[in-house]
Structure formats: C-alpha cells, structure tokens
C-alpha cells in the first residue's frame, strides 16, 4: 500500500489539483517543480513539501511504499525521473492517476482544444451551488473556490479531458462536452487528421452521452453513447441572447428563461451551454442551474478582468492558440468595442509557433496594436528559424512591436492604454500583478 505520493513537476496545474486530493486524503505528499510559483506556495502553505532542485536526495527512499507521478512536460533525461525508473519505483503519468481515481464513479468530462477549462469549472460550479455536489480536477484556479480542486463525499467527478500526449484517453466518462478539435499539439499527433481521431476515440470510451458543439464530426460511427449537440439553434442545447444581455438556454425539455452569467463575454455564454448541458442531463434542475450561472465568478486567466475603469480596462488570458485568440479579442472587442485594444501575446512553444503562424498573425491582426514577446519554450529545444519574427511578419493590425520579455515593463510604463490585454501560455503569468499595479 502506497503511504506517500511523489510528483514531478507538482506545480502544473493538472499535477497540482492530484497532489491536493492524496494530500486531503491524508497520504504524505511531496513533490519538484522548476521553479516557485503562487500555486507552489499554495501547496507549501497545505503542507506539501515541493523543492526546486533536481536532486535525488528529496525523492522518497521507500521505493515500495511510494507511487511517482510525472508530467510528460518533464525532460525525459531529467535526474529525478531517471532515478525512480531506475530503482523499482512505480512510475505513472498525471493522466494514469486522473484515470485510476476516476474509475468507478460517474465521471462528468469536458475535452476540446480550447474552452475545457471555463467549461469544465462551469460544470464543477453548477454541482456545488446547486447542492449536488462533485469532487472536480480543474485544469485553472476556480476564483468561486480559489483552487484547482474541489472534493465532495458523493461519487461525481468533474474532469478537464486533455487531449495533450492523449491524456483523455485514459478516461471512460458517463457523460462528455466536446467543445472543439481544431488542430493543436502538432509535435505529438503529427497532423489534424490524428488529432480529430483522437477525439472520435475519446468519444467511444464515453457510456452515456456526449454532448459535442454543434458541426462537430462525431457521428454514431464513433460511439455507441448518445450524441447530443450544443451552441446553435438546431442543437439540442443553445442560447438565446436577451435585449437586455441576459440570456435563455433551450434545451430538450424546455426553456431555462432570463440566466445571467457572473462574467462577461459571448464566448462564456456558449461555455455556460455546454456547462448546463452536463447538469441537465444528469438530472440537476433548471432553477437550480439558473442561480448558479449567476454567482459564478470565472476562471484565474480567463478573460480575467484585472482593471476595469472608464479610462482604461485590462484583461488576462490563457489563449495560445489561434483560435483561442480569435474568439478571446472578438468577444473582448464586442464587449468594448470603442477603446484601443492593445494586446500583449508570448508564444507557447517553437513547434506551436512554427505550426500555425499564419493563424496566430490573422487572430493577432485584429489588436489594433500588438506587443509580441519572444517565444516561451516550456520543454522544447530552439528550432532554427522559429523566432516571433515569422508571427509578426505577417500580423497587419495598425501598430506593432516586437520586444523582449525583459523590455515589457519599461516600455508600458512609457504607454497610454485604453484596452489592454495579455495573452499566452508561458510565464506571460508573471506580468499580471505587477502590470495592474502600474495600471491602477
């Protein structure tokens, strides 16, 4: 029987939420990550023991009372990882322990390439406010309940279903969103082609139903679950936006009339569908679902409203696909549609840059000025050629500029903002507090 569990790589999001619930759990959890970050010090401040240094020394010396989990993030030649499979520990990845601890209970799942995160929180927030309940592993920091995870007595289990490194496919969900399956992590599927596969795999693996975004290619070929659709009027569940901004969700079996969303933006009233959709189907009420859209707070990096005056507003934003970028400044732009919109973007990864480009430069293009950062490499070598320049070569918005990380602040701090908002995936992260603080 295993007493302790240790990560590598526990900062991550997705490792952070598991280190939480065996910490809860009362297993001694300990674990590496980099480098300190605010989701660090939140573990330490838990008591979960993380260190910064690859060193052996911290790893736990009872190979048979301890189980390893490692992000596939991880370095393969990084010397803690190389140790413990090398010394008769039981070594698993993140997504392994997700499918071992949702085994068995009635696990509600959200996967697409982007909106999981806003959704799958969504749907967590839909089962805790409505007294439902639900254990939940989150892959952003819920502001309703300032974690990644949230625990409860009863058998639910709400899941972010990544599709990176085809962690999803280690989970068989009672009921699955799919929100998107656009092309992304072209380095581990090689082209679109295997990436839609991967989700149509995902898709068989469900026993109840799967609700996919309307004009998605998941057919009864594909699964033997139900298949329903959400996010147009001939789906089986869409929103229909009121005069006044408030909105009615039409589902199968009537109307849930006037919700209101506690976050602004188009994009998350069709996140909200998607969230009511698992809620409706397992059976929680409509009344109930409408109260709890209206207190939900949002997502730490979610179209997350950092300043908001007359003068001048600023957003942050996990967005690192085109995509993900396009439908973030389109919904930002509606919202306020007579400021300058300045938009900060870091890239994520030299394979995802040198992949789409071209995407990237159109979603960009619709900032009235861009400020682009050098590429943030998280666990990849330089490519040759791959620099922000092939980005922003192509991006024809009215003012661009291409800086270094270390030149943002200076340089902002010489700006007049109207609109302002950060984009990215890296350590883009890094800027939020200290770029509020100047702007307020």
Sequence with gaps: MYRHIYFIGIGGIGMSAIARYYNAKGFKVSGYDKTPSPLTEALEAEGIGVHYEDNTEFVPKDAGSTLVVYTPAIPKDMGELVYVQENGYRVIKRSQMLGEITRGQRCMAVAGTHGKTTTSTMTSHLFAASGEGCSAFLGGISKNYDSNLLTAPNDVVVVEADEFDRSFLQLHPEVAVITSMDAD???IYGDEAHIRQAFKDFASQVSGTVIARYGLDITPADTQA????????????????????????????GVIEDCCLGIPGWVNIENATGAAAIALTYGIAPEKIREALATFSGVKRRFDIQVKRPDCVYIDDYAHHPEEISAALSSIRKSYPQMKMTVIFQPHLYTRTRDFADGFAAALSKADKLILLDIYPAREEPIPGVTSEIIFKDVTCPEKVLLKRSELMDYLADEKVELLVTVGAGDIDRFVGPIAQMLK
């Design 226 to 253: 139900r298949i329903m659709t959400y996010g147009d009027p001939e789906a089986d569940f869409y929103a229909e936006i009121l005069p006044d901004g408030h909105f009615n969700i039409h589902h199968p079996g």
């Design 185 to 187: 992590h072209l380095d």
